[in-house]
């Protein structure tokens, strides 16, 4: 039950939408639903419907809501001891930095809390990389980027955004960054120089609209930054962690980066968690009071992502995305031409553009609420489409058939 300010009380959607209305900064636009409980792939608002999550909190919860391992992990962390910050060792870092880089085949691990922040430490160890370690003049770094990119909301980060409702009236801009467009060769290889620390990436474009790159493209991203001395970096915070199948989504191409940003699956939805995790020679690079964060690496975020790796060690959560995935973008598929232009992505992971003429993103995703389905639209006609991978084929099923029922053209 909610209290207002006046002393009544209330409870019901209208009532506490409008007290965020009210209080909260209007920074989201979201749909018009308060949830109030959830439990796998599955929530519920507060006058008591359910919900299939077909967004996942954005790849947050790729392990469904209040995973029965995760909660347990942070119970029991809970009662012991929740923040030492970096001032002092804590018994969970080490072990949470060992597994997290076997698990995804690293040296070094440099643990965040939110993605941005990790995106932000990254950029921070590039840059010193290369005034250290190749000896790029002081000042002079430039990191190569992706247009349509998203890495976070940063006023560094948003200096090298090409969305223009990211970037106005943020300004003025970081320097040092060089934008080509998303998956063109020829760009990228014009793009790097001798003054190139880095290349930035997303193997999986999420915001942009789930955009897989043409075959090749990563490869040779790491083929280019081998000739020219650069690192790559590859921003794996929603594409990581089982969400297109495999542990990172890049090794779909077989290819390894320097430095991987990880983040949002790996709090298992409890807690934020982030990392950067890499070479140990390019991480080494920090020394004590160069780079922090009170809250990075506490006790209570290292046991819930010791948690989320001993998930993802079983495989389970691979073979359901790989399995589960094949049937979604199956399914998906057959709806192109018929109120559907075009279906991408990887995985349990797709982006929908809605034919031109059709529904808004914004309509359809208000119809799939009313259908007891909860996705969410990007730049204005693609629905973004990321169901939980605890999700069951009777139930990825059953948010297909909503997508179908409001978006098909006969």
Known sequence: MTTFADGTTSTTTADLIALDERWSTHNYHPLPVVIA??????????????????????????????????????????????????AFHHDQLGRFCQELATLTGTEKVLPMNSGAEAVESALKVARKWAYRVKGIPDGTAEI????????????TIVSFSTDETARADFGPFTPGFVVVPYGDEAA?????????????LEPVQGEAGVIVPPPGYLGRARELCDEAGALLIADEIQSGLARTGPVLALDHEGVRADLYTLGKALGGGIVPVSAVAGRADVLGVLRPGEHGSTFGGNPLACAVGRAVVRLLETGEFQERAATLGAHLHARLGELVGHGVSEVRGRGLWAGVDLAPGGLSGRAASEALMARGVLCKETH????????????????LDQGIDAIETVVRVR
């Open 144 to 155: 190569v980027v992706a247009a349509s990119n998203f890495h976070g909301r940063t006023t």
């Open 37 to 86: 409980e959830a439990e796998g792939p599955w929530v519920t608002d507060v006058d008591g419907r359910r919900y299939l999550d077909f967004l996942s909190g954005y790849s947050a919860l790729n392990f469904g809501h209040r995973h029965p391992a995760l909660v347990a992990a942070a119970i029991e962390q809970l009662g012991r001891v929740t923040l030492t910050s970096r």
């Open 188 to 200: 990228l290889a014009a793009a790097i120089t001798e003054r190139t620390a880095a290349v930035l």
């Open 380 to 395: 204005g006609a693609t629905l973004r489409v990321a169901p939980p991978l605890v999700i069951s084929r009777d139930e």
